[in-house]
Every structure is written in C-alpha cells, then in structure tokens.
C-alpha cells in the first residue's frame, strides 16, 4: 500500500512540474535515459562475516523531466529503474544481494561551463524486490520483506551535453537507511556509482 502512495506522489509531482513549466513559460525537456550501477553496501566498520565489496553491476532506466528555472540552473526529476546490491563475503562464502528499486531523484542543476553542469539533490527509493544468491550453495531466495522498503539518499555528480540532445551523467548515490539482512548484528547502507546516457525531446512550452 506504502508503494503504491507512492507511486501516485510521483506520478502528481511530475504533474505539477510540467503545469509549473507551461504557466511560467519556461523551457521543458522530457528524456529517457540507460545506463549502469557500480554499487555497494556501506558499512561503519569491518566485518569477518559480512564484507561487501564493488563488483555489482546493475542496469538502470526510465524518463526524465528537466525544467529550465533561469540561465544558470536548471531542475531534474527522474522515475527510474535501477537495480542495486552488493557482492560480499559472507559467513557461508560469496553471496550477491540484488535490490531492484524505483528510484526518483530530484536534483538542481548548475551549468559551470557551455557544456558541463554539476548537479546535486535527493533520491527515494522504493524496493520492489529484493533477492539473497548464495554462490556455493547455488540457491537463491527472496529476501523483500526483510528490507526497509523505502531508502532515502543524497546524490551529486556532473553532467556533460554531448550535442543538443545527448547527455551522460556520473553521480554518486549516498543510501541513509541500514539494507543488512542481519540488522541485530551489522549494518550495510547503500552506495552507488551511476552512469547514464540520455536522450532528450526539445520541448518548449507555447507563448502567447
């Protein structure tokens, strides 16, 4: 039920920027956009039977929404798809643990150069599924109900205009909430390495 509130906020917010755009006439981009994940749990110390390591790749896709605020900044909401997790080292040898997420950055833009921007913002994140692979034992199980469904994260990264309708984008994704399967014992918070390229559709409001 949480998930599906959810989803309609979303759905309402990129309602309401599009309205914001039109009325104001400022300049509307609609995208889409393909890339991957490098990710990773975070954790405050170490642990013998709980070591994650970067070597999880993970697809991400899905749309975006850019409205121009002026000539320096302009504001980006993406609803995406975006699988996560982490390999480690666990009690019982290798495991991969896939977290597939809705993911809704919201993210200012600050145009430093022609055709450079840096952005910086926040990211929900609502887990759809969640699945423990246990490499030596060949078994994998479904593990979505022992994960927060939500994650809240802070995010920056740059972006680079290749040409007026192409972009690629490098960001970090910095997770708050604790992702560990054994929360009585450790702590693991989601991190993130993301690359995308996109493509956006020109679309400007109509004057009068």
Same mark, same amino acid.
């Given at each position: 039920m949480?998930?599906?509130y959810a989803?309609?906020?979303?759905?309402?917010?990129l #309602?309401?920027i599009?309205?914001?755009?039109q009325?104001?006439?400022?300049k509307?981009? /609609? @995208?889409?956009?393909?890339?991957?994940?490098?990710?990773t749990?975070?954790?405050?110390?170490?642990?013998?039977?709980?070591?994650?390591?970067?070597?999880?790749?993970?697809?991400v896709?899905g749309g975006?929404?850019e409205a121009?605020?002026?000539?320096s900044?302009d504001?980006?909401?993406d609803?995406?798809y975006?699988a996560?997790g982490s390999?480690?080292?666990?009690?019982m @040898?290798?495991?991969t643990?896939?977290?597939?997420?809705f993911?809704?950055?919201?993210?200012?833009k600050?145009?430093?150069?022609?055709?450079?921007?840096?952005?910086a @913002?926040?990211?929900?994140?609502?887990?759809?599924?969640?699945?423990r692979?246990?490499?030596?034992?060949?078994?994998t199980s479904v593990?979505?109900?022992?994960?927060?469904?939500f994650d809240?994260a802070?995010? @920056?990264g740059?972006?680079a205009?290749?040409?007026?309708?192409?972009?690629?984008q490098?960001?970090?994704?910095? =997770?708050?909430?604790?992702?560990? /399967?054994?929360k009585?014992?450790t702590?693991g918070k989601?991190?993130?390495?993301q690359?995308t390229? =996109?493509y956006?559709?020109n #679309?400007?409001s109509?004057?009068?």
């Amino acid at each position: 039920m949480m998930r599906k509130y959810a989803a309609t906020l979303v759905v309402l917010f990129l #309602c309401a920027i599009t309205t914001f755009a039109q009325t104001t006439k400022k300049k509307v981009t /609609l @995208g889409i956009k393909s890339g991957i994940n490098l990710s990773t749990f975070r954790t405050p110390v170490h642990y013998s039977n709980y070591d994650p390591n970067w070597e999880k790749l993970g697809f991400v896709f899905g749309g975006s929404l850019e409205a121009t605020l002026n000539k320096s900044f302009d504001f980006e909401v993406d609803a995406l798809y975006s699988a996560m997790g982490s390999k480690l080292l666990g009690a019982m @040898g290798d495991e991969t643990h896939r977290f597939n997420y809705f993911s809704v950055p919201l993210l200012f833009k600050y145009k430093f150069a022609k055709n450079w921007r840096v952005m910086a @913002g926040l990211q929900g994140d609502i887990l759809f599924n969640a699945k423990r692979v246990e490499e030596q034992q060949n078994k994998t199980s479904v593990v979505t109900d022992r994960i927060g469904h939500f994650d809240f994260a802070y995010t @920056g990264g740059v972006e680079a205009l290749l040409g007026t309708m192409f972009t690629a984008q490098l960001r970090y994704i910095h =997770g708050q909430h604790d992702v560990s /399967l054994w929360k009585d014992e450790t702590t693991g918070k989601n991190q993130a390495v993301q690359f995308t390229l =996109g493509y956006k559709f020109n #679309c400007k409001s109509k004057k009068k």
